[in-house]
């Protein structure tokens, strides 16, 4: 599958960005889709994930209560709502699919986005 983000930009803090992941073929539903992010100099990280039907969310602990994950189906798109963004969240973020039902890990996913930049700032 081959994946595409889009939705990334600078914003205040306190503001709120939407990130989208659209995908390409016939079989979206079937793989769990997750984000996650880079900063420079740092791993990366973790923050959302979601099952192929979509009825399964996990939301990393640090951005619990500000972010959430969605996906359309129909619409071959995952997205990342993201509100009252802080400084701390600038990094590349970057959407992938996994096969498997893990997905905490990079590791776990085996296609990935090219990333969007978002930056925060204060």
């Known amino acids: 599958v081959q994946l595409q983000a889009s939705g990334g930009g600078l914003v205040q803090a306190g503001g709120s960005l939407r990130l989208s992941c659209a995908a390409s073929?016939?079989?979206?539903?079937?793989?769990?889709m997750g984000w996650f992010r880079q900063a420079p100099g740092k791993e990366r990280e973790f923050v959302a994930a979601?099952?192929?039907?979509?009825?399964?969310?996990y939301i990393a602990d640090s951005v619990k209560g500000r972010f959430s994950i969605s996906r359309d189906n129909a619409k071959n798109t995952e997205y990342l709502q993201m509100n009252s963004l802080k400084p701390e969240d600038t990094a590349v973020y970057y959407c992938?699919?996994?096969?498997?039902?893990?997905?905490?890990?990079?590791?776990?996913?085996?296609?990935w986005g090219q990333g969007t930049q978002v930056t925060v700032s204060s």
């Open positions: 979601i099952s192929g039907s979509g009825g399964s969310t």
């Open positions: 992938a699919a996994s096969y498997g039902s893990a997905y905490r890990r990079p590791s776990d996913f085996t296609s």
């Open positions: 073929g016939r079989t979206f539903s079937s793989y769990g």
